[in-house]
């Protein structure tokens, strides 16, 4: 049997992550499930698409990744099933695929839709029967029907200009390493080899990328493009979101510091 993992905005404050991983035992006996986190922020979809975007990709073909984040977004939920290098994704239909997957997602097909009086239970569930049959059967074989996914709001990308580029922060790791939602493609689309600046706040200022942290001196800020492509502010063995001030501003739930990088 396939890899089954889950991604959700659950926490562990309540039983809520037991409960999906009982609801999907049961449909599917014996399955593996691994975690990618349930720790992502209620309603920063940015947070948890690159979040999955940057699990996915270590995956072996035919694992089944079950999102769990904002399930009940719409007036009519509905679960949806995309594939993407022989790996399934099933998630809500909340604009979380066509961000983490990196493309405007095509063949995308309708699992389920949750009706006025059903519930989280019925949802996972839905999912987990779905996951089970992809253990021998491809997507087409389902008889599921086509669906566009709605995508991700404008906003959510870059902005890109001939002479620049205006990302935002989208995720604070545990080492206070800052993740923006530019990624090493739209890096070089745009740069072209050109020199550039990468303007912080308190007028910081970075030049050029690194690969990796201990590239610059202890205490030294730096730009790296991550494992998943994409580009990370730090500093090398300090934490470059509280002393350049970055953050995700929770309160105002999808407002975001900027990041502006000018091409020469």
């Given amino acids: 049997m396939g890899y089954i993992t889950l991604l959700s905005d659950f926490g562990y404050q309540d039983a809520s992550v037991a409960s999906a991983k009982g609801i999907l035992a049961q449909v599917m006996p014996g399955s593996q499930v691994i975690d990618i986190t349930h720790q992502t922020d209620p309603f920063h979809l940015q947070q948890a698409a690159y979040l999955l975007s940057a699990a996915y990709r270590n995956f072996p073909a035919g694992t089944c990744h079950i999102v ?4 009940f977004y719409g007036s009519k939920p509905a679960l949806v099933l995309s594939e993407k290098a022989g790996q399934y994704f099933l998630a809500p239909d909340n604009g979380i695929l066509p961000l983490a997957l990196g493309r405007q997602t095509e063949g995308c097909m309708l699992c389920y839709e949750l ?3 059903g519930s989280m239970h019925d949802w996972i569930s839905a999912a987990g029967q779905i996951a089970g049959q992809l253990q021998t059967m491809a997507p087409n074989a389902l008889g599921l029907p086509l669906h566009e996914v709605k995508n991700a709001a404008r906003y959510l990308q870059p902005k890109v200009e001939p002479n620049g580029l205006e990302g935002h922060v989208i995720h604070i790791d545990r ?6 939602n530019i990624t090493e493609d739209i890096f070089s689309r745009t740069g072209r080899n050109r020199p550039f600046r990468i303007g912080l706040v308190r007028d910081e200022v970075i030049t050029e990328i690194s690969r990796r942290y201990n590239e610059v001196k202890e205490g030294e800020k730096l730009c790296r493009f991550n494992s998943a492509g994409y580009l990370e502010i730090a500093i090398n063995r300090g934490n470059a979101a509280v002393l350049l001030g970055l953050r995700l501003q929770r309160e105002q ?3 975001y510091n900027t990041i502006k990088i000018a091409f020469e």
Avoid: A, P, Q, R
């Avoid at 769990?68 to 399930?71: H, K, S």
């Avoid at 080492?175 to 923006?180: E, H, K, P, R, W």
């Fill in 68 to 71: 769990l984040y904002d399930i």
């Fill in 115 to 117: 009706s006025d009086n």
């Fill in 175 to 180: 080492f206070g390493n800052v993740v923006t």
């Fill in 253 to 255: 739930h999808l407002i």
